[in-house]
Structure formats: C-alpha cells, structure tokens
C-alpha cells in the first residue's frame, strides 16, 4: 500500500498544479516556426554524480518544484502538458521493473493504452509505454513514459497532458521531449 501511496503522491501533487494554471484565457499566439529538437534549448541536471539532459522545446518552462519525489518539473502551459522524472532504487531488473510499474498504474485505475515495449533510449535500456490515468479533479491525463535503467537506479521519465482530447501534434511533441532524454556521464 506504501508504493502506491509513493507512486501516485507525485502524480496527485503534479495534477494540482497543473489545474492551478488552467484559469486564464487563451489568448492569440503568433505563428512562428517550430523549433527543431536538436535546436532546441537544453536543460541539465545532475545526479549521484551523473548528469543527465533533454531538449524542451517551443513553449515549455521550468516549474519550480518542490516535490522531493521528483528532480524536475517542466511544463508548457499553452498544451497543458508536463514532464518530469522520479528514481528508485535499483532492487530488481529492468522487466520485473515495468511489470511493477504497469501493476501500480491499474491499481491506480489507470489504463495501459500502449503495452510496454523495450527500447534503447540514447544508449540507455528502457520500456516506453503509455497510459491514461485520473488526477484528483476526476481529469483524464494521456502519459508517455521510458522507465530507464542505469547502473544505480531506474528512472521513471514521464511526459503527459490534461487535455481531454490531445491532438496528435501535443503527442507527438510528448515524444520528441521524452527521445532527447540522455545521459551524458
């Protein structure tokens, strides 16, 4: 009960803030050319004296954050989209990992949508899979998640949106975010 309690705490604080910031209006947005991921701006952050990066593209911003369960929040507020990692200590392997992981989704009475699939992502091993969950405020959440592994530990990368009815463009950008995920040493 404690791991789920710990698996949706970070999902339920990250789903408050992401109601929080749906109050004002949409307003016009000029047409610009969509920045390419490998031109996109690069955030890095370390950790246990590894250092890991992405590329957030058009849009998205740092959050603060002050979920410990968490190393760091980014979001684009016009896509009400998120992206975010936890760790967790390496005390299985990489399959047993993911089959964990989608068990506490459905007892979360999330909904697998994509059944997870093992992928090298940048050199590191990783399921990507994807799945549909309620946050607090009964919204559906669409996730796209690698659940990483590294040497010490595996990484839960997340990348979601409370849009109700994504477009396949948010989707896609979701996934764009996500395949930058590296790390660097």
């Not at 954050?65 to 760091?72: A, E, H, L, P, S």
């Not at 997870?116 to 009964?138: A, I, M, R």
């Not at 949106?161 to 948010?170: G, I």
């Amino acid at each position: 009960m404690k791991k789920i309690i710990l698996f949706l705490l970070p999902i339920l604080s990250l789903s408050f803030l992401v109601g929080c910031g749906q109050t004002k209006d949409k307003k016009e947005v000029n047409q610009v050319k969509e920045t390419d991921p490998k031109d996109a701006l690069t955030y890095t952050f370390t950790l246990d004296e590894h250092d890991y990066r992405f590329k957030l593209l058009d849009g998205w911003i740092k959050f603060p954050n002050k979920d410990k369960t968490i190393v760091f929040l980014v979001a684009n507020k016009d896509t009400k989209s998120f992206m975010s990692a936890g760790f967790e200590p390496k005390e299985t392997d990489l399959k047993n990992y993911s089959t964990s992981f989608t068990k506490k989704v459905e007892e979360a009475s999330g909904k697998i949508t994509k059944e997870p699939v093992k992928k090298e992502l940048n050199g590191l091993d990783s399921y990507y899979l994807n799945f549909n969950l309620k946050d607090n405020k009964d919204r559906n959440l669409t996730y796209k998640t690698y659940l990483v592994e590294t040497k010490d530990y595996f990484i839960n990368l997340a990348a979601w949106t409370s849009d109700e009815k994504p477009s396949e463009k948010v989707l896609e950008d979701l996934d764009k975010m996500l395949s930058t995920f590296e790390q660097l040493k």
